[in-house]
């Protein structure tokens, strides 16, 4: 309940409050063009000027406007009086309603200027008058052609981006499957309502074949297949997911775009959206082009066998029963005849099996509170602890730790992060070994902090240099602390 009350201020504080109030008044059929008219205005003029919405409305409404009775409205008697004063009206009563707003300008005319949540329902509202098919956008073909051209370039960039787009395209696609499914059962549901021939077969060729069919089934069939284009799309993505060096530059990309944090947060984010895109294409047949191939089968043999019901309903003992019953259900004061005729029927329920039919969805019982139970936090065993020591005194003792230094040398006296080149855990964990061992005064290195952290094959270790101890390292030693008061990278 909280939270409902939360949404619903949150609404009412992106929109005014009485901004729906003309839409429930009983001219709410004038003011529903008024608005198609003011959305038309707002589409056709970047500067829109008060005098020519105030035309607009009264040509292209001048029968309605005059046809209004505008019953329990605050018009005024001279408002009233002809078309001009009620088109004035109408102006009136949608600026103080927020629908839209008005500015002078620098010529001391008044200007319309549309809020930019005026501007999302008056969109909504002109595409729900608007009667002409819709086609659906090809969100499939448009992800695989952004990921095929960012992965055959070379910019970094373009891949970041890339993963976004098809991030949004799959969503996008989700939501146009969720549509056309409900939308399929909203014509069943009024498939039922419908007792003429006419009525059935203008509603399956004009209504769904067009608008639904034609529009969104069609094209994902052939055009914007989803079969056509999943493998090649999650080729491109596991690709880039098995690439940790591209991933990285990816994040930085991100980062730089602001569409993170932290370098962490950018990585985690597009691994994310690149498993979800993944995870999609491979439930999006089963889960979606399915359900919508049944649903459309469905809705096929409704409109069919209801087509053949109202067309032989006069000349069979079938149609004559459904004529029969149909008005029983009508009839309210028939209670008393169905009883009388209820013996003569014998009605039995008809099922089927499909695959589902042998699955029962377990009910989970009531939960009960039980006895708490007690876990015990047990340190490691004797045994353990003795491998674990040696293991360290075998692989990672000061003298293994020295000979990886030596290894990083070579014949060089110094080097640095970068030139270390940690291919694997044991050069990681060697790594951190040889900053602690350089503290110990036994130890034939130094290693100065130089400051940041360096990255490279999946690894993070601190920038540092590495530098042998001999009295030929002292002039080394010595030029890069000077290096570093100086602010200058000595290498």
């Not at 004009?206 to 052939?222: C, H, M, S, T």
């Not at 692989?395 to 030596?406: L, N």
């Amino acid at each position: 309940m909280f939270l409902r009350e939360a949404f619903v201020m949150k609404f009412f504080e992106a929109v005014p409050s009485e901004l729906f109030s003309p839409l429930a008044s009983p001219n709410r059929a004038l003011y529903a063009d008024a608005l198609d008219v003011l959305y038309a205005a707002y589409r056709e003029n970047l500067k829109l000027p008060e005098e020519t919405l105030y035309s607009m409305l009264r040509s292209r409404l001048e029968r309605q406007l005059a046809d209004a009775t505008f019953e329990e409205e605050d018009i005024d008697a001279e408002e009233l009086r002809d078309v001009s004063g009620r088109a004035r009206f109408l102006l009136r009563k949608l600026c103080g309603k927020g629908w839209f707003e008005k500015e002078r300008g620098s010529d001391f005319e008044e200007y319309i200027t549309v809020p930019s949540y005026s501007s999302r329902l008056l969109e909504l509202f002109h595409q729900l008058r608007d009667d002409s098919p819709v086609r659906g956008y090809s969100y499939v073909f448009g992800t695989y052609s952004t990921l095929k051209v960012a992965h055959e370039s070379g910019a970094v960039y373009d891949k970041m981006a890339a993963v976004y787009g098809a991030y949004e395209n799959t969503q996008s696609l989700i939501k146009l499957l969720q549509m056309v499914y409900h939308n399929i059962k909203h014509y069943v549901q009024m498939q039922v309502e419908m007792q003429q021939v006419n009525q059935v077969l203008a509603s399956h060729f004009n209504d769904f074949g067009q608008k639904v069919v034609e529009a969104y089934i069609r094209p994902l069939k052939i055009k914007d297949s989803v079969p056509k284009y999943r493998i090649p799309i999650q080729s491109v993505l596991r690709s880039w997911t098995e690439d940790d060096v591209l991933l990285l530059d990816m994040a930085n990309a991100a980062l730089q775009d602001r569409r993170g944090g932290t370098l962490e947060d950018c990585r985690a984010d597009l691994l994310r959206k690149i498993f979800w895109i993944e995870e999609c294409y491979d439930n999006i047949e089963q889960g979606y082009l399915e359900e919508i191939d049944v649903q459309v089968r469905r809705y096929t043999r409704a409109a069919t066998q209801k087509i053949e019901n109202l067309t032989n309903r006069d000349q069979n003992t079938r149609g004559n029963l459904n004529a029969l019953l149909t008005a029983l259900s009508r009839n309210h004061r028939s209670s008393a005849l169905v009883e009388q005729i209820q013996p003569v029927f014998q009605l039995y329920e008809q099922s089927f099996l499909s695959e589902k039919s042998l699955w029962y969805r377990k009910r989970p019982g009531k939960r009960t509170k039980a006895a708490p139970v007690l876990i015990q936090d047990e340190g490691p065993s004797a045994e353990t602890a003795a491998q674990a020591a040696q293991l360290l005194r075998l692989e990672y003792d000061r003298a293994a730790v020295s000979a990886y230094v030596r290894e990083w040398l070579g014949q060089s006296s110094a080097c640095r992060s970068e030139d270390l080149n940690i291919q694997d855990d044991k050069g990681y964990i060697m790594s951190l070994l040889a900053v602690l061992n350089a503290k110990d005064s036994a130890s034939d290195y130094e290693v100065m902090e130089l400051g940041g952290s360096f990255y490279g094959n999946g690894y993070s270790i601190p920038q540092m240099q590495i530098i042998l101890k001999s009295d030929s390292n002292k002039t080394l030693k010595m030029a890069c602390l000077n290096s570093r008061r100086n602010g200058v990278d000595f290498v």
